[in-house]
């Protein structure tokens, strides 16, 4: 099958990273024919003003300097289009995502461009792609009342349009590492490919 994987990491760990080695596995297991990569290590900007301002103008209307403010966000939008699965690594940073991934994810909830608001509510237009996401914690259980990553991750994902969306969980593993790798591992060769 044609598939491309965007791969996304955001840990902040090149080295020694529970869900850097999680997603590479995923995305061997998924065998792709080609890899979109995205390390968040290199880092995306913030919001600004400006860029607000430039991505409420309409498409046609905007200047030089305010398409150029938005080309980064294009691309990753481009990046993400192009994608038919997405694989995301999440370290649980303060009981949320990190800040990196939410960087990307407010460079990539573009209306007009991966939703839309109609007559009856917001709608997602990237529908058909799947999302695996390799989550690791130290302490934090993954849909506990203070995991604040998965639900909204599933919850942004699915604001796009993205539904199909399956976690990888190597969590609490400060309690039981072992375990944990154990229930990850699992949960990898269960995925269907
Ligand atoms: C800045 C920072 C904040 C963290 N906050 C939490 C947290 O709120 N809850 C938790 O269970 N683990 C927390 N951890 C632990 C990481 O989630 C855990 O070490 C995970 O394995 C990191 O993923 P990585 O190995 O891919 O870097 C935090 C780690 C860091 C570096």
Same mark, same amino acid.
């Given at each position: 099958?044609?598939?491309?994987? /965007? ?149 942004? /994902? ?36």
């Amino acid at each position: 099958m044609t598939q491309t994987v /965007l791969h996304i990491d955001a840990s902040a760990r090149t080295q020694g990273s529970t869900t850097r080695g999680l997603t590479a596995q995923i995305v061997e297991r998924l065998g792709a024919d080609q890899v979109i990569r995205r390390d968040l290590t290199s880092p995306l900007p913030q919001l600004t003003e400006d860029w607000v301002n430039a991505n409420f103008t309409p498409a046609d209307d905007r200047n030089t300097a305010q398409n150029e403010l938005l080309a980064l966000s294009d691309q990753l939008v481009e990046e993400l289009k192009s994608a038919d699965t997405l694989v995301i690594g999440v370290p649980i940073y303060n009981f949320a995502v990190p800040a990196s991934l939410k960087a990307w994810i407010d460079l990539v909830a573009r209306a007009g461009l991966t939703f839309a608001y109609t007559e009856t509510g917001p709608k997602g237009l990237l529908e058909g792609k799947r999302a695996i996401i390799a989550v690791a914690s130290g302490g934090t259980p993954i849909g506990s009342e203070v995991d604040f990553a998965t639900g909204y991750l599933r919850h942004v /994902l699915g604001f796009i349009g993205i539904t199909d969306v399956e976690f990888v969980a190597a969590d609490a593993m400060m309690m039981d590492a072992d375990a944990a790798m154990a229930r990850a591992q699992s949960a990898i060769d269960a995925l269907a490919v």
